[in-house]
Nanobody
Framework: VQLVESGGGLAQAGDSLRLSCAAS????????MGWFRQAPGKQRILVAA????????NYADSVKGRFTISRDNAKNTVYLQMNSLRPEGTAVYYC????????WGQGTQVTVSS
């Protein structure tokens, strides 16, 4: 299984970024997918999840109303639209299946300045 995240970068508070994750080596369309983030010195946490068909999503309270997860099963890709970014959102963002598997990608760094 290979997961390749992209789309991170430097942003200012209030800006938007869109992350992408291309998956291969698994039957993407039958897996729930999620976006996780790990801030410096903190544990990796799940911030958004989507079911296999894309009809159901869940969000951590800290991002609810600002982040939107979506997926394109034809492209084996999951997205995270992040609006109204906050400095506390600075972290490395990863995608994985939900429940997560032991095949983390390299992640994509998101740095939000105030």
């Amino acid at each position: 299984v290979q997961l390749v995240e992209s789309g991170g970068g430097l942003a200012q508070a209030g800006d938007s970024l869109r992350l992408s994750c291309a998956a291969s080596g698994l039957t993407f369309s039958i897996n729930g997918m999620g976006w996780f983030r790990q801030a410096p010195g903190k544990q990796r946490i799940l911030v958004a999840a989507i079911n296999s068909g894309g009809s159901s999503t869940n969000y951590a309270d800290s991002v609810k109303g600002r982040f939107t997860i979506s997926r394109d099963n034809a492209k084996n890709t999951v997205y995270l639209q992040m609006n109204s970014l906050r400095p506390e959102g600075t972290a490395v963002y990863y995608c994985n299946t939900v429940p997560w598997g032991d095949y983390w990608g390299q992640g994509t760094q998101v740095t939000v300045s105030s």
